[in-house]
Structure formats: C-alpha cells, structure tokens
C-alpha cells in the first residue's frame, strides 16, 4: 500500500486557500487529493495532530526532548 500526504500547519490559512489560483483547489484539506489519480492513497493532516498523536503514543518518553523543542519552537 502506498499512501502520500501533505502536513500543515492549522494556524497557516493562507495555505489552506493557496491553490485556488492555479487548480481550482478551494480548501487543501477536503480537496488535494483530487490532483492525484490512481490507486494511492492521498492524506492531509495537520501538524498539530501529528505532535499530539506523537504526545498521546510515546509511552517510554523516546521523543520527549523532540516533543519539548516542537512546544518551544512552534507553541504547540
């Protein structure tokens, strides 16, 4: 199985309506998938879901130090 995705920042909404223009796109998040045909999977997500998923998974505390720079970083 071969899946592609596209991370983004939530707080960034002139993304989410920067492909308008140029494809037609009018939100990223509903509407990138559609650029591709065939049979691999497209995904969006966002990076505040992936810190959270990371945060909610890390049970030995492997990425903590990671998880502490991303919160500084990018008040997340």
């Not at 596209?6 to 650029?35: H, K, P, Q």
């Not at 945060?55 to 990425?63: A, I, M, N, S, T």
């Amino acid at each position: 199985m071969i899946v592609s995705s596209v991370a983004y920042d939530l707080r960034n909404s002139g993304l989410m309506f920067s492909l308008d223009r140029s494809t037609g796109i009018t939100d990223l998040r509903d509407e990138w998938s559609t650029l591709f045909s065939g049979k691999a999977g497209f995904m969006t997500f966002t990076h505040q879901a992936w810190v959270d998923w990371v945060r909610e998974h890390d049970r030995q505390g492997l990425w903590k130090d990671w998880l502490e720079y991303i919160s500084r970083r990018y008040a997340m």
